[in-house]
């Protein structure tokens, strides 16, 4: 298994209030992921990482924000949560970033919001 | 813009049947394809992949061959077991526009659920 941990691992919270999802690697990969899952979307690309301190927006970013102070922790932070932001949240890792690079995934994290 | 599309779940298969779950995708360029596989209560994890057309990945008994021409990389097995029950998904490689990683598109997932 890649060493890949997040935290909590479940989560209840009430609308608007912050919430901050952490994902911690072992692994030292340059390039992570955070998606969510929701029933009939698959997964979709919130934020990535290519290296400490430069992120990009994926397809469902509103909402949402990253950081990255350093290569292990990437932390994915609900400013104001909302009801529509219920989900199960993955962080994935991958080493080069590039087309035929696999991805390794988290056990995900359930946040209900409220 | 670049897309995949699975067949809709569940699939439900008794034991030693054949499978097939369909996978179409919509790229620029020549993306990789990938099969992962997601238990119950877990992350995702690879199951198989093809970087080229023509290719074929394999694993654990899956296949899946990267068709250019029809723009397809269907999921197969031949005899599948009550342990195979999780959700698939169908993922492409695509580079993002502005810093040149490669993210994933997954498609939306199919359930199978195997009988003994």
């Known amino acids: 298994d890649a060493g890949i941990t997040q935290s909590p691992r479940h989560k209840v919270t009430e609308t608007g209030t912050p919430v901050t999802l952490r994902c911690h690697q072992t692994?030292?990969?340059?390039?992570m992921y955070w998606y969510r899952q929701d029933p009939g979307h698959g997964l979709r690309l919130i934020h990535y990482s290519y290296g400490v301190k430069d992120t990009d927006k994926g397809e469902v970013s509103d909402g949402y924000s990253v950081s990255r102070s350093k290569t292990e922790d990437f932390l994915l932070t609900l400013e104001s949560a909302t009801s529509s932001q219920t989900s199960v949240y993955f962080c994935?890792?991958?080493?080069?970033?590039?087309?035929?690079?696999?991805?390794?995934f988290g056990p995900g994290t359930r946040l209900t919001v409220l | 813009g670049n897309s995949v599309t699975q067949m809709e779940g569940p699939v439900t298969l008794s034991e030693e049947a054949f499978l097939t779950i369909n996978c179409t995708y919509t790229a620029t360029g020549y993306p990789s394809l990938f099969w992962y596989v997601q238990y119950p209560g877990e992350g995702l994890q690879l199951l198989l992949k093809a970087t080229k057309a023509d290719d074929k990945g394999s694993n654990k008994g899956f296949e899946a061959t990267y068709r250019k021409e029809t723009t397809s990389f269907h999921l197969e097995k031949g005899s599948v077991q009550v342990s195979d029950s999780a959700v698939y998904f169908c993922a492409l490689s695509s580079a993002s526009s502005t810093s040149g990683t490669y993210k994933y598109i997954f498609g939306t997932g199919t359930r199978l659920k195997v009988l003994a």
């Open positions: 692994e030292n990969h340059r390039y």
């Open positions: 994935a890792i991958s080493y080069t970033g590039t087309a035929t690079d696999t991805q390794y």
